[in-house]
């Protein structure tokens, strides 16, 4: 899957147990996030693009900055599964995922 910035500059995409981010008009200029431990599934820019959140097989979020690869804002452990997709509120606040949970309810 791959997730576009808001201006249409740069896309994110997993790979292995990382998250490239690239320039479009400049595809050798690349970025490597590599906090994930297990193979990532999905990258996807906040609407502002100041932020990036990413999930993996484990079922664990991430959420970090495009511009400091080296920085994680913010780690979730959201559930015991394989992470399928994550999205954004319009405000770039927060985030809400889905995915392949072994959890019951009820």
Known sequence: QLSADSKGQRIAYASGKSIFVRSIDNPAESKEYT???????????????????????????????????????????????????????????????VGDGKEQFG
């Open 35 to 97: 906090g994930h431990t297990a193979a990532t599934t999905v990258a996807r820019f906040s609407p502002n693009g100041f932020k990036v959140a990413s999930g993996d097989a484990s079922g664990t979020l991430r959420v970090w900055e495009p511009e400091n690869t080296e920085k994680t804002i913010g780690e979730y452990h959201i559930i015991s599964g394989r992470l399928n997709d994550v999205a954004w509120d319009g405000e770039s606040q927060r985030v809400i995922a």
